[in-house]
Structures are given as structure tokens and as C-alpha cells.
């Protein structure tokens, strides 16, 4: 096994043989355990830790490495290096820290596809994915919805699940998987060839750590048993880690997510609500927040109010996607989480805006 077998490209060996000393040796971040790393260079794994000079000038988080990342490192003992730069990223993917105002934590870097697996007896909810789509897009990445554990539905319940994406408008790509009879895998192997890198992400027990070891072809991961009170499966990846496959692809698992915070990321809203962002331009007035304005064309033609309350932020009502998206969830979900959801967001948010989305939500 060579470097390009991990991913690297044409343009970015060139741009090492042009920007990397000769004395520094390039590898890719294969796993992150708090501020420690595993380096693979195609030949030997290293546990590695940053220069700290890197460490000093580093302005938040994301200037840190993050598995798939490339870098440059110094081999300093057998197994042991340094690593002194992160090499250009061709993708970050990224959400807003859990309880970490304004933090952004990386996901994955360098990600060619991203697997949104949503298990499709508990786990599927438009309102989710829609958050999973913005992230992917704004990072230039193609999203691929996962629907797994077909064979705990019926073929209607399928349908249904399919029928909603469809009247929601969510024309993304999806793949039917069954862990347990492998139906599926084929089609997820198909857009993982060789020299691609994909990621899969998604709340925690929907089998992402289980459909990475069908591709494998081995238990590399830990998988957690269904639970019989909840049906789901039970939490077990706690970090990310890259794998590579016999095809040559490239895979990251990473651990499951409660929250997807929204990031900073106008283009990713515009494609993921794309067209309420053209309804958006017949509106009366240009800062039309598509909330309770006259002469919005958002809420005369689709009467869909709470949609607008999605969309607010990106229009400058509040400067947090994340926040209105949460909201969004508590007002359409119905469900014993709305009344907690409700008090954690409502100190963010004004309570002007609010009033505003619980009363176009009819609450």
C-alpha cells in the first residue's frame, strides 16, 4: 500500500513536492483521540501529537488536525512523530459545537460523499435530514440518504417514508439498506470506488458502525444490540476513525449526533431550501424575513409560515440557523421532547421571535 491508495490526489502530490521539506514525511489522520492522532503514510501507522508552535498559532479549533486531514509530520522515534501543518483541505464538514457557543467542531475533512443513515422504523425525519443536507452542501459534498433496518418495516411504510421526501421536495439520492440481509450494501459500495473518501453520519444506533463492518467484510467495530424498550440500537462509536476498503475506497465512521448544529453556511441553506429562497426574491419588500411580513411571497403562495421561521436567520433576523432550526423541530415534532426543547432554545432566541414562531406554528 502506497499514498495514493489513501486518497491522495494528483494535484495535492504536487503541491507537496512543490510546498513539503524534503525531510517531512506527508500522511493521513486516520483517527483524533483528544489532541492525539494515528497517522498512516500508506507503510506505518504513528501515534502523533502537534508541534507546539502549530498548537500557538492555531485560532480555534478547526486549524487543529481531523481524521482524514492530510499533514506534514517528522518521524522522531519508532512509531512517533510530530506533526507541523495540516495540508489544503479540499472539504471540511462541520456543525456548531454541542454546548459550545459559536465553536465549530470538523466532522470529517476531505470527504468526497457523506452517508446520512436514518434507521427508517425510528429514526426518519425530513426535518433532521434537511439540517444533514445544509452541512453537506455548504462543504461541497454529495449527500446520500442511507434509509437502514428496511427489513423491521413493511413495504407501505417504505413508501410512505419515500412519499414524504418527495412531497417535502427532498430530491436527494437514497440507497434501501438492511444490515441484517446485506440488501443495499452493493448500492453503498457503488459510490465508494477507488481513491473516493466517504463518511457516514447520523444519530446514534441507526447502524452506521454495523454497515461499515459489512463493507469491511469483518467486526472491526463494536456494535451495540437493539434495545427491547426502545427498539434502537445502543450507542458504541466514541471517536472518528478512516478505513480502507478492499476496493480501494476510502470510509470514516463517525459518532452518532443528538444535535446537528448549523454552521455559518448561507450556500448550504440556499441549495437545501432552495426553493423557498427563489419564492423568496417576490417578496415585497428585499429583508423580508418570511415570518409575518406583508407582502411575502413565501407565505402567499405556500402557507407554510413555519417554514419561513427556517429561514429567518438566514435572511438576518437572528445571526443562528442552528437555533430557528431547533425551534422548528419543537414546533412540528409533537412529541415528548417539545416542551424541553421549547425551554433550552427559548433564552436564545428573542422572545419577539418567539412569540412569531409559535403563533405561525398555530401553538
Known amino acids: 500500500m502506497n499514498i495514493t491508495d489513501l486518497g491522495m490526489t494528483e494535484e495535492l502530490a504536487a503541491w507537496c513536492r512543490e510546498q513539503v521539506p524534503a525531510e517531512f514525511t506527508v500522511g493521513r489522520v486516520t483517527e483524533e483521540h483528544r489532541e492525539r492522532y494515528v497517522v498512516f503514510d500508506g507503510a506505518t501507522e504513528y501515534d502523533a501529537e502537534v508541534t507546539g508552535n502549530l498548537r500557538f498559532t492555531a485560532a480555534s479549533r478547526s486549524d487543529f488536525p481531523a481524521v482524514g486531514d492530510w499533514v ?8 512517533q512523530a510530530l506533526i507541523h501543518g495540516i495540508l489544503p483541505r479540499k472539504s471540511v464538514l462541520a456543525r456548531l459545537a454541542v454546548g459550545k457557543t459559536g465553536e465549530i467542531q470538523i466532522i470529517a475533512a476531505n470527504i468526497d460523499v457523506a452517508f446520512i443513515i436514518q434507521a427508517i422504523n425510528n429514526n426518519f425525519s425530513v426535518n433532521r435530514l434537511e439540517r444533514y443536507l445544509a452541512i453537506c452542501y455548504a462543504a461541497g459534498i454529495e449527500p446520500i440518504l442511507v434509509l437502514s433496518k428496511t427489513d423491521l418495516v413493511t413495504g407501505e411504510e417504505i413508501r410512505a417514508a ?32 477507488k481513491g473516493k473518501t466517504c463518511c457516514v453520519m447520523g444519530s446514534s444506533g441507526v447502524g452506521k458502525s454495523t454497515l461499515i463492518n459489512n463493507l469491511l467484510h469483518s467486526d472491526r467495530l463494536k456494535t451495540g444490540e437493539i434495545s427491547h424498550s426502545t427498539n434502537k440500537g445502543r450507542h458504541v462509536t466514541e471517536h472518528r476513525e478512516l478505513f480502507i476498503l478492499d476496493n480501494g475506497g476510502v470510509v470514516i465512521d463517525t459518532p452518532g449526533m443528538k444535535e446537528v ?28 424575513v418570511h415570518i409575518s411580513e406583508a407582502g411575502c411571497a413565501v407565505l402567499f403562495l405556500t402557507g407554510l409560515s413555519a417554514v419561513g421561521c427556517v429561514l429567518a436567520t438566514y435572511n438576518g433576523a437572528n445571526n443562528n440557523d442552528y437555533k430557528v432550526f431547533m425551534v422548528k423541530d419543537a414546533i412540528m415534532s409533537h412529541n415528548t421532547e417539545y416542551t424541553r426543547k421549547i425551554e433550552e432554545i427559548f433564552g436564545a432566541v428573542s422572545p419577539e421571535v418567539m412569540t412569531l414562531i409559535l403563533e405561525t406554528a398555530g401553538k
Not at 506534514?72 to 512509531?79: A, K
Not at 440481509?181 to 465508494?192: A, K, S
Not at 437545501?272 to 423580508?288: A, S, Y
Open 162 to 193: 419515500l412519499h414524504e421526501l418527495e412531497t417535502r421536495g427532498r430530491h436527494v439520492k437514497h440507497i434501501l439498506l438492511s444490515n441484517t440481509t446485506r440488501d443495499g450494501i452493493e448500492g453503498v459500495l457503488g459510490y465508494i470506488p
Open 261 to 288: 448544529g448549523i454552521t455559518d453556511i448561507e450556500e448550504g441553506v440556499k441549495a437545501t431550501f432552495g426553493d423557498i429562497v427563489e419564492l423568496g426574491k417576490k417578496c415585497r419588500f428585499p429583508d423580508c
Open 72 to 79: 506534514s509530520m517528522t518521524v522522531y522515534d519508532s512509531g
